[in-house]
């Protein structure tokens, strides 16, 4: 509550660096009051007995990129900061709004980034702000100022050009001025690149930090430049979350600490992005991990950042996911949680924040276990406090914020399909049809997530009548259950995360008449048609994620 003072005692306490000897910590008024021992309680404090507990600073994720509520969201996951890397205006502004409340994470952003007419990130977020040359350097930045901007972000493609994905990019003289509009006016510089010819390139103009560990392998004189540049980079290895396991689990998914408290909607939106379709090769993401360790070992200073909520990620639980993969690449978990408070905290100029001592704002989160040593204990949340306020844990889940957070991804991630597919088209689904008379049973459809020779047995309206399966498996499926199954109960997600059964009247490819089973649902005795395409019809409703323990384990 505002105005109590809180005392945590028989805590271990990583302060951002390091593990200190102190087992308690008092907070006051919004801020740490005090460091050291059970000594610090006294009569009227409110009292958190953290035995077994390891009290971190607030955590903050150096990259993502916001959705309504998604401060709220990652307060419950113990990130305190997010660190926006491209946002629309008015979204901007609701984000800095709701960051002023106790159960939303501080928000700090670079407004809208800069980049070439058409170039990245384009597909997603459609008509915005654009630079066209070194002449419009100062009005941009004065514009991203104006927004509430605290960094600027410029993105950098050149020598990535000729896929069919390309887009323009700015040049190295644009990005110049830019870096030299931002310096003259106090803020720092990010950087979107992917490859280390890029990286290399922008060292000259002086950028700050990169905004990703390039993905194509760095050699030893570039390893030594970046370094020797002084530049921070921002890891994004949770984007290879995006992709299903060798299980065909999606990984933020196979982690029950956090699964369990996604809530069902959110769950379900990351166990459909595992089942979109998949390039016949999926991407190694080794690479990144290998130069994510050699930088670290040159010296460079390596922030967590997660890039959510690129597909298969969440904000604020995927900076766990983010710490594991940081540790997996060879840093110690200690330096992992470092790269997460104190480092990203002095990189930024945020000197309130990212340690726990004495003076600096009070957010923290108390984690049971040892994260310093293991660092998938950084996961078991017990309680998060934001300026000395206990955050609602189970404040996101079914909130109108998560709502209005899922349907704008939606609706963003349509208009990245819709333009991606009309570039690099989604292969066919092979036909299967009754040899007697040619009628159409339902489809086949390739599943390269699973395995490279698996099938994704489909109804004619493209619903899943089961698990990708070997080709003669699947067809056999169709053959079987094809149309049967469309005498069966279905289940429509009428919004994210909220399913209603119904039975099929008429099934066609692109629409599907549906009644609701509800003998109380207000709707016209024949049905009501709806796009199988742009809503979830499963056999089955999506199961709440278990909550028991499991293994060890961009733009």
Not at 378 to 391: D, L, N, T
Request: aromatic letters at 4%; glycine letters at 10%.
């Amino acid at each position: 509550m505002p105005g109590m003072t809180t005392t945590i005692t028989g805590i271990r306490l990583f302060d951002g660096e390091r593990l200190t000897a102190d087992t308690a910590v008092r907070l006051s008024g919004g801020l740490i009051d005090a460091v050291g021992g059970p000594e610090l309680l006294r009569d009227g404090d409110h009292h958190v007995d953290g035995t077994g507990c390891t009290l971190l600073p607030g955590l903050i994720d150096a990259h993502v990129h916001l959705l309504p509520g998604a401060s709220r969201q990652a307060l419950t996951f113990g990130v305190t900061t997010v660190l926006d890397m491209f946002c629309l205006p008015d979204l901007l502004r609701g984000a800095l709004d709701a960051s002023t409340h106790p159960d939303h994470a501080d928000v700090f952003s670079s407004g809208v980034g800069a980049t070439a007419p058409g170039g990245h990130p384009s597909l997603m977020y459609g008509q915005f702000p654009v630079v066209t040359g070194p002449g419009d350097a100062d009005r941009f930045v004065a514009a991203r100022i104006a927004e509430g901007a605290r960094y600027l972000k410029v993105f950098y493609e050149q020598g990535t050009a000729g896929g069919p994905l390309s887009a323009p990019s700015l040049d190295v003289r644009t990005v110049s001025a830019l870096v030299e509009a931002a310096h003259r006016a106090g803020l720092l510089v990010a950087a979107h690149v992917s490859t280390g010819r890029a990286a290399l390139d922008l060292l000259p103009t002086g950028v700050d930090v990169l905004a990703h560990t390039p993905f194509d392998p760095l050699t030893d004189d570039q390893v030594r430049a970046i370094a020797a540049a002084g530049v921070a980079v921002v890891s994004t290895l949770s984007i290879a979350d995006g992709f299903p396991d060798g299980g065909g689990t999606m990984p933020l998914l196979s982690r029950p600490a956090l699964a369990g408290r996604l809530g069902p909607r959110w769950s379900a939106v990351i166990e459909r992005q595992g089942r979109r379709w998949m390039p016949p090769q999926l991407p190694d993401f080794a690479v990144a991990g290998d130069n994510v360790r050699t930088l670290h070992r040159a010296g460079v200073p390596v922030l967590a950042g997660t890039d959510a909520p690129n597909p298969g990620l969440a904000h604020g639980a995927s900076l766990h996911r983010e710490l594991e993969r940081l540790a997996a690449a060879g840093l110690t978990p200690a330096e992992a949680l470092t790269s997460a408070t104190a480092r990203t905290a002095t990189v930024f100029g945020l000197a309130d924040r990212g340690r726990v001592r004495p003076g600096l704002r009070a957010d923290l989160v108390l984690v049971a276990g040892q994260p310093d040593l293991r660092i998938r204990d950084s996961q078991e949340i017990r309680a998060v406090w934001k300026e000395g306020i206990p955050a609602g844990l189970g404040s996101y889940v079914d909130s109108p914020d998560e709502t209005e957070g899922l349907r704008t991804l939606r609706e963003q991630t349509e208009r990245v399909v819709a333009a991606v597919a009309a570039v690099l088209p989604r292969p066919e689904p092979v036909p299967v049809r009754r040899d007697e008379d040619g009628e159409l049973l339902g489809y086949l459809e390739r599943a390269p997530e699973r395995a490279p020779d698996h099938w994704r047995p489909l109804t004619v309206f493209g619903g899943e009548l089961g698990e990708p399966v070997s080709r003669d498996d699947a067809e056999n499926l169709v053959r079987a259950e094809g149309l049967a199954s469309l005498t069966e109960p279905w289940w429509v997600e009428e919004t994210p995360g909220r399913w209603r059964e119904a039975r099929v009247q008429e099934a066609h490819a692109d629409r599907l008449r549906v009644r609701w089973t509800d003998p109380l649902a207000d709707q016209p005795a024949q049905g009501q048609w709806i796009d199988p395409r742009a809503v979830a019809v499963r056999r089955r409703p999506p199961a709440r994620p278990s909550s028991a323990e499991g293994g060890e384990g961009r733009a």
